[in-house]
């Protein structure tokens, strides 16, 4: 066997740096693989945790109102959102509101427009709602109404307050429920930056009915006969004549022959 030379040594050398590096390499590589994986959990986790809305413990309360309605097609109504902040200061508001459906068409209908802001909260409680965003799509409405307050303080409602009204119109028959989203709808404490907002349990159930006219049945007057007059011949007594005065010539001639007949008795008695 011959003696390893120098060259075979630096060979053989080169070769195990080269094992070590490429272990090495994937090493890292699985590291940073790993990593990389954690990070992006604890991202989610932490977004999961930010966007998480209305606990259990909260204690603003939004509500509908009415929560029943029952409408014909092409008629319109509104509903009102409000808002107690139970003593609590809050510096912003995300209301969230969807209905599923059926069908190509929703029962209700409503365009921003159609969304208005109680005005005494813009001029009297410094709110300002630029979000008023009206969705349809995959049979599901949407309605998305945000809004930030400029008070220093923050805002606190003084009992139930209207937030904004809802003017909808009815174009399908059905039924809806519109509730709001407990994860995007949203009451921000002042102080602390938290979402306070009790999860809503109110909910609206609207029923859209067909436009068209029930059909009455009409009572009609059986028409009362007209007598008719049917002349009645009524026949008159013909007057009994009234008894002459006086003596009648039948009398006259009775008498007269029973006094001949008297005297011819009593001439042939004699």
């Known amino acids: 066997m011959e003696p390893e030379t120098k060259e075979d ?13 490429i272990l090495i390499a994937a090493l890292g590589t699985l590291i940073l693989t790993i990593g990389l994986a954690i990070g992006i959990l604890l991202v989610r986790q932490n977004q999961q945790i930010r966007e998480r809305a209305a606990t259990p413990t909260g204690t603003v309360k939004v509500f509908l109102s009415p929560e029943t309605k029952t409408v014909q097609v092409g008629q319109t109504f509104s509903v009102n959102i409000l808002l107690d902040t139970s003593d609590r200061y ?27 802001i109680n005005s005494n909260l813009v001029v009297n409680g410094n709110w300002n709602f630029p979000i008023k965003i009206v969705n349809s799509e995959n049979q599901l409405f949407q309605i998305r109404i945000g809004g930030l307050n400029s008070l220093s303080q923050g805002y606190k409602t003084t009992g139930e307050e209207t937030v904004a009204t809802i003017n909808f119109k009815a174009q399908a028959t059905g039924s809806v429920t519109l509730s709001f989203n407990p994860t995007t709808t949203k009451a921000t404490d002042k102080s602390t930056g938290e979402d306070i907002l009790l999860i ?20 009609t007057s059986t028409p009362t006969p007209t007598p008719i007059s049917i002349p009645v ?32 008795a009593v001439i042939l008695a004699l």
Do not use: C, M
């Not at 599923?100 to 208005?116: F, K, R």
């Not at 008159?236 to 006259?252: N, Y």
């Open 233 to 264: 011949t009524t026949s008159t007594p013909s007057p009994i004549p009234a008894p002459e005065s006086g003596i009648s010539l039948p009398t006259v001639i009775g008498i007269g022959g029973s006094i001949l007949l008297l005297l011819g």
């Open 90 to 116: 809050i510096s912003a508001l995300t209301l969230d509101l969807s209905f599923p459906y059926s069908g190509d068409t929703p029962p209700l209908a409503v365009n921003d427009t159609g969304i208005q």
């Open 9 to 21: 040594k630096i060979v053989t050398q080169t070769k195990k740096n080269r094992g070590k590096t």
């Open 200 to 219: 809503p349990s109110s909910a609206g159930y609207y029923t859209v009915q067909s436009s068209e006219a029930t059909t009455t049945p009409t009572i």
